[in-house]
T-cell receptor, first 112, second 115 residues
């Protein structure tokens, strides 16, 4: 079965510092991969997605992610974190077009 | 105009009651989903419907029954509510896989508390 792991449950960074959130997946074919962000009390918002082609994808709010097939990874990055980026981040893989399988999430805290 | 709207946003009810959560999308998407988010934020698929037809029915107690009167609406009815049903329930919709805009659009969630 498809699965997604996010090794870091909670990450704390200082405002202005760079950020990398890790995501690893297991999937039997070329995956469709997604990153979502959930602010407290809110629904999930799509940050970016990868279907094929260029392995570095740009998203909203200054985020980018890199697909590495050899490592089964799709890590999310941001060069300079803002206090408003504090939220829960979810990586997801499309399950053969049936539904998305989500990782357990990484909570990001931002220090002033 | 909200793309995926769920009502109510909060629902507090007693054990044993029956309740419904409604979801509507105005995006013209073919597929709609219900996900449950537990207290640890873990998201688990419950049901999916494609154009009013049930596609996925995960191992969810049969006290949960989805209903899709048309492809823009997917409601969730829960009978005999239990304490363990307390969670946040998210509705989502999507286009077909392979479409350039493929990806879930989520509603803002319904926080269900059973007391």
């Amino acid at each position: 079965a498809q699965s997604v792991t996010q090794p870091d449950i909670h990450i704390t960074v200082s405002e202005g510092a760079s950020l990398e959130l890790r995501c690893n997946y297991s999937y039997g074919a070329t995956p469709y991969l997604f990153w979502y962000v959930q602010s407290p009390g809110q629904g999930l918002q799509l940050l970016l997605k990868y279907f094929s082609g260029d392995t570095l994808v740009q998203g909203i709010k200054g985020f980018e992610a890199e697909f590495k097939r050899s490592q089964s990874s799709f890590n999310l990055r941001k060069p300079s974190v803002h206090w408003s980026d504090a939220a829960e981040y979810f990586c997801a893989v499309d399950n053969y077009g049936q539904n998305f399988v989500f990782g357990p999430g990484t909570r990001l805290s931002v220090l002033p | 105009d909200t793309a995926v709207s769920q009502t109510p946003k909060y629902l507090v009810t007693q054990m044993g009651n029956d309740k419904s959560i409604k979801c509507e999308q105005n995006l013209g998407h073919d597929t709609m989903y219900w996900y449950k988010q537990d207290s640890k934020k873990f998201l688990k698929i419950m049901f999916s419907y494609n154009n009013k037809e049930l596609i996925i029915n995960e191992t969810v107690p049969n006290r949960f029954s989805p209903k899709s009167p048309d492809k823009a609406h997917l409601n969730l009815h829960i009978n005999s509510l239990e304490l363990g049903d307390s969670a946040v329930y998210f509705c989502a919709s999507s286009q077909r896989p392979g479409q350039p805009d493929y990806g879930y659009t989520f509603g803002s969630g319904t926080r269900l508390t059973v007391v």
